[in-house]
């Protein structure tokens, strides 16, 4: 049988995984496994003080595309894993919490902030709620738009900065 998905693996041994449908649905993703997309990027040492927090993969790829960094917790369910993470191993980045365009989005945000203040995760942030324009989420923008996009993410990072 003939799927028209592009499978994209982001764990080493490649047992997480996404499937992107490469056709217009309202269900574009199908993941397997559930671990951070790019989680070591929290605690690289590297030019930049900050990182993205994206809802899924493919938003955080979207970044990593135009050159910044960016984590991806695999779905508003996942956030957990990054606390998870963040409890285990402080980081010293600003994170940068960009989430989808809609009220899963939204929600994931302010959950992910409580969840910070609740296990006493001693780290910066920024809540983004602008950077995807009129997309649902930053690999629409990206597709749509890039310079749009890329303009939109250095204005995020200018506000940080």
């Known amino acids: 049988m003939k799927k028209n998905v592009v499978t994209i693996p982001y764990h080493p ?26 989680v070591d990027t929290l605690y690289e040492e590297n030019n930049k003080p900050y990182v993205f927090v994206t809802e899924g993969q493919m938003d955080a790829l979207s970044l990593e595309e135009i050159d910044y960094p960016a984590v991806g917790i695999s779905g508003v369910n996942d956030i957990d894993k990054l606390i ?20 899963a989005g939204r929600r994931a945000a302010g959950r992910l902030i409580c969840e910070l203040a609740e296990k006493e995760i001693e780290c910066d942030f920024v809540l983004s709620t602008l950077l995807n324009g009129k997309y649902k989420d ?7 738009d890039r310079g749009g996009f890329q303009k939109s993410v250095e204005e995020v990072v200018g506000y940080v900065m």
């Not at 998870?84 to 009220?103: F, Q, V």
């Not at 930053?138 to 749509?144: K, T």
């Open 138 to 144: 930053m690999n629409e923008f990206l597709v749509a």
């Open 13 to 38: 041994g490649g047992s997480n995984y996404i499937h992107r449908a490469l056709w217009n649905c309202d269900n574009k993703y199908c993941k397997h496994g559930a671990e951070l997309f790019n």
């Open 84 to 103: 998870g993470a963040l409890h285990d191993r402080n980081t010293d980045k600003i994170l940068i919490i960009a989430m989808d365009n809609d009220k």
